[in-house]
């Protein structure tokens, strides 16, 4: 296989470095690490909050950029806010909302103030294992209605396939946001507009590259914009078919050695 060039590496998270049954491989942190030590530089993006990313970042022994809540923040490795995205939360949204709560879904909002989570105790506890981080506030679905007027970066839905699918469905006619499926029991919400590409494009403006300069990794829908746009886009394991679409390649995911072995092939650019 030939080498390709870049400057910078993007990554997708879950799903793509790691999942519930196979976390980041010794292999895979050295390779990332071998990486910066060539000269490459790193960023994680990433449907979890910024605060998770660096955590997860700290953990690897590496330093990255962040591009947080699948596009609508991002801060340089030198502390700079490149972009911070929200969007005013209205009492057509809260009322959609409750009722997903209602039907025992969790509803988890990100706002500058913190992160409020909503529904059963067992699915909030589950995220805060899988961010690293703890809620802010934990409260029930008859409290949504609270939010009206007040800004959030992203709601992340967690529920049934026919609720999520509701859902959806419904917040597509909302005007200036927008929905996507995250997971397999996931959904995202956050503005128009807001994606890993145009966060991506942020970052590459701000250290004076182009897109060409970028491989990018990622397995989801909302990362297959950034597959496209990057100079060279893989996507990775169970990835959606926009991902495969968009990408330049598909390798095995998780559990296998595919990723390690790719960063092999990545040299500097000038």
Not at 28 to 52: H, Y
Not at 175 to 183: D, K
Not at 197 to 225: N, W, Y
Request: charged residues 20%; proline residues 4%; contains cysteine.
């Amino acid at each position: 296989m030939s080498a390709v060039r870049a400057r910078l590496v993007v990554f997708d998270i879950d799903g793509t470095l790691l999942d519930p049954d196979n976390p980041v491989s010794p292999g895979t942190v050295g390779a990332l690490r071998d990486l910066q030590d060539r000269g490459l530089q790193l960023a994680f993006a990433s449907s979890r909050p910024i605060e998770s990313l660096a955590l997860f970042a700290r953990d690897l022994g590496v330093t990255a950029h962040l591009i947080g809540f699948n596009g609508a923040v991002a801060t340089s490795t030198a502390g700079r806010q490149l972009v911070a995205e929200t969007f005013v939360v209205d009492t057509l949204l809260t009322e959609l909302l409750r009722r997903f709560a209602d039907s025992g879904g969790a509803v988890n909002v990100y706002q500058p103030a913190g992160w409020l989570a909503v529904g059963p105790a067992a699915a909030t506890d589950h995220e805060e294992q899988a961010t690293g981080l703890t809620a802010d506030r934990r409260s029930t679905p008859d409290r949504l209605s609270e939010l009206a007027d007040e800004s959030a970066f992203k709601v992340m839905c967690r529920g049934s396939t026919a609720a999520r699918a509701e859902l959806l469905s419904a917040v597509a006619d909302l005007a200036g946001l927008t929905a996507m499926t995250s997971g397999p029991d996931c959904c995202d919400i956050q503005a128009r507009g807001v994606d890993k590409a145009t966060a991506m494009q942020e970052l590459c403006q701000d250290l004076g590259i182009t897109p060409e300069a970028v491989v990018a990794f990622g397995d989801s829908d909302s990362d297959a914009p950034m597959l496209a746009l990057a100079g060279y886009g893989i996507a990775v394991g169970n990835a959606t078919e926009s991902a495969k679409a968009a990408a330049h390649e598909h390798i095995p995911g998780p559990g296998s050695a595919a990723v390690a072995e790719w960063l092999g092939r990545i040299t500097a650019s000038a």
